[in-house]
C-alpha cells in the first residue's frame, strides 16, 4: 500500500482463486492499518480498491474487471441486501470477527450505481473503548471545564456540530458516557448503533416502515426518560420535539450539520424552531473537526515563516502575552517509520465549545446574525476553532500548517 503511488504504476492482479479469503484479508489489512473507510471502485478494466486512513488514501489493490462480479457479490452476500438490485443503491450491515482482538468489528456498506458495475463504500466502526469518554477528546482544560459544568443540568440540550467525517459518533458517545446508566433512564435512537453501552437503551432507526427519530421522540417521552440522545437532527419536526422534550426536564444530547457553533443556533432557527424556545432550552454547542496529529517521533523544531507569524500573533494575540507567544517553539516533521512515512500519525480533534449564556438570549430572542452571536461569545471569552487548533499546536500535538488550515 501506498499513499503517492501512481494508480497506473500499480500491476493488475488477474486470478484471486479465494475470493472469502481475499475479502477477509482485505477487512483484515483495512483494521490493523486503522482505516477508516474501504472504496471498491469499478472501472472499465479493473477493480480498485482504496483505504482512507486519516482522511487520505492508500491504494490496496488493483485487479482485472472479471473479478468484479464476484467480489460485489460476495459483499452483498455478507451485508444481507439484494444481490440482483444494480439499479439502485442499498444499505448493509457486516459483522466481521476479528481474531486477533477476538471481537466483532461492524462495517457499514453502501452501494451506488455507476456507468460500470457499482461502487461500495464501507465504512468500519472499529470501537475503541478508550476513545469514549470526555478526557480522550483532546479538549483543552478551559474547554473540557465548561463540559463538564455543562453536564451537571439535569435537563437542556446539548449539541455536537459537525461536518461528515469529524466523528461526532464518538464525542457523543464521550458526552453520554459521563452519566451511570443505572442511575438514569438513558435511551438513544441511532443510524447504526454503533457503540454498545451496557444498561443504555438503544434503538434503530428504521425508516421503510416509518420508525424515525420524530416517531421515536414521540413515544420515547411515555418511556420515564432522564438522558435522551438522538443521533442527528435532520429536520423541523425533529429539532422542535428535541426542544421541548429539554423543556420538560430532560438532558437531551444530539447532533446537526453545521460549520459553526453559532452557525447552529441559526440553523435551528431557519429549521423554524421559536426563538424564545430555543433561547430556554440550549446550554451548549460543541463544534468540531478532525485534523492530523503530529508524529511525536519523528518531530522536530520549526521555524515560522513571516506570514505564518503574523497569523498565529494576530489569532492567539487575545489570549497569550505577546512576549510569551514569541518565546513558544513549535515543531514540524521528518518522516519515519513509526507513522508510515507519512509525519502523522493518527488524528485529533480541533474543537469550538460555545455555551449558551444569559447574555445570548436577547441576541437569540432577536434572531441576530451568527457573526453577532459569536462576537458576543469570544468577548466572553470562547476559544475560537483556530485558536484551539494552534494552541495545540503550541502543545506540540499538530503542525502550524494544519491548524492554519481553517482560516
Known amino acids: 500500500m501506498n499513499n503517492n503511488l ?34 471498491i471502485e469499478p472501472t472499465e478494466f479493473f477493480l480498485l480498491i482504496r483505504f482512507r486512513k486519516d482522511g487520505d488514501f492508500l491504494l490496496y489493490d488493483k485487479l482485472h474487471a472479471e473479478n468484479i462480479s464476484s467480489i460485489i457479490t460476495r459483499l452483498k452476500v455478507l451485508s444481507k441486501i439484494k444481490i440482483d438490485e444494480n439499479k439502485k443503491p442499498q444499505d448493509g450491515k457486516i459483522v466481521y470477527m ?55 443540568s439535569t435537563y437542556w440540550i446539548i449539541l455536537v456540530a459537525w461536518p461528515t467525517g469529524s466523528w461526532k459518533s464518538t464525542t457523543l458517545f464521550g458526552i453520554l458516557k459521563n452519566f451511570n446508566p443505572l442511575e438514569y433512564n438513558i435511551s438513544t435512537l441511532e443510524d447504526p448503533v454503533e457503540y454498545d453501552i451496557q444498561y443504555v437503551n438503544q434503538s434503530q432507526v428504521k425508516p421503510e416502515i416509518w420508525y424515525t ?36 426536564w430532560h438532558l437531551v444530547l444530539s447532533t446537526i450539520h453545521t460549520n459553526s457553533a453559532s452557525g447552529t443556533v441559526q440553523r435551528l432557527i431557519n429549521m423554524w424552531v421559536e426563538p424564545f424556545l430555543l433561547a430556554s432550552a440550549m446550554k451548549m454547542i460543541i463544534s468540531q473537526r478532525l485534523w492530523k496529529k503530529i508524529c511525536l ?36 516533521w521528518k518522516w519515519c517509520e513509526k507513522c508510515w512515512f507519512t509525519w502523522y500519525s493518527w488524528r485529533m480533534w480541533f474543537h469550538e465549545v460555545l455555551v449558551v449564556w444569559e447574555f445570548l438570549e436577547p441576541l437569540i430572542l432577536e434572531k441576530e446574525s451568527s457573526n453577532a452571536i459569536r462576537d458576543a461569545s469570544i468577548k466572553n471569552w470562547m ?25
Not at 472469502?20 to 490493523?32: L, R
Not at 455507476?114 to 461502487?119: A, I, L, P
Not at 521555524?303 to 489569532?315: A, F, H, M, S
Open 213 to 248: 427519530f420524530s416517531t421515536w421522540l414521540r413515544s420515547l417521552v411515555r418511556q420515564d426518560p432522564d438522558i435522551i440522545m438522538v443521533w442527528e437532527i435532520r429536520d423541523k419536526e425533529t429539532a422542535v420535539l428535541a426542544v421541548e422534550a429539554a423543556l420538560t
Open 297 to 332: 517521533e519523528c518531530k522536530e523544531e520549526y521555524k515560522l515563516k513571516e506570514i505564518e507569524r503574523k497569523k498565529i500573533n494576530e489569532i492567539l494575540g487575545p489570549i497569550i502575552d505577546k512576549e510569551e507567544l514569541e518565546s513558544i517553539t513549535f515543531y514540524h
Open 6 to 39: 501512481n494508480i497506473d504504476a500499480l500491476k493488475i492482479k488477474r486470478d484471486i482463486w479465494d475470493i472469502v479469503d481475499y475479502i477477509n484479508k482485505m477487512f483484515t489489512n483495512s483494521i490493523e492499518l486503522w482505516a477508516s473507510d474501504i472504496h
Open 383 to 407: 476559544i475560537t476553532i483556530t485558536q484551539d487548533a494552534l494552541l495545540k499546536a503550541v502543545l506540540w500535538e499538530t503542525t502550524v500548517e494544519e491548524a492554519l488550515k481553517l482560516i
Open 98 to 152: 476479528y481474531e486477533k482482538d477476538s471481537k466483532n468489528v461492524d462495517i457499514r456498506l453502501s452501494t451506488l450505481p455507476t456507468s460500470y458495475w457499482e461502487k461500495i463504500v464501507m465504512r468500519i466502526l472499529r470501537q475503541d473503548e478508550a476513545l469514549i469518554n470526555i478526557e480522550a477528546l483532546w479538549l483543552i482544560d478551559v474547554n473540557l471545564e465548561k463540559v463538564r459544568l455543562s453536564l451537571k
